[in-house]
């Protein structure tokens, strides 16, 4: 089950891949 925590690290996750990624 996702739990508030596993979703909000996930999508920090993938905001910072996302933002770093573009340079």
Known sequence: AWSIAGFASIAT???YK???YEE
């Open 13 to 15: 996750f993938i905001y």
């Open 18 to 20: 996302e933002y770093f």
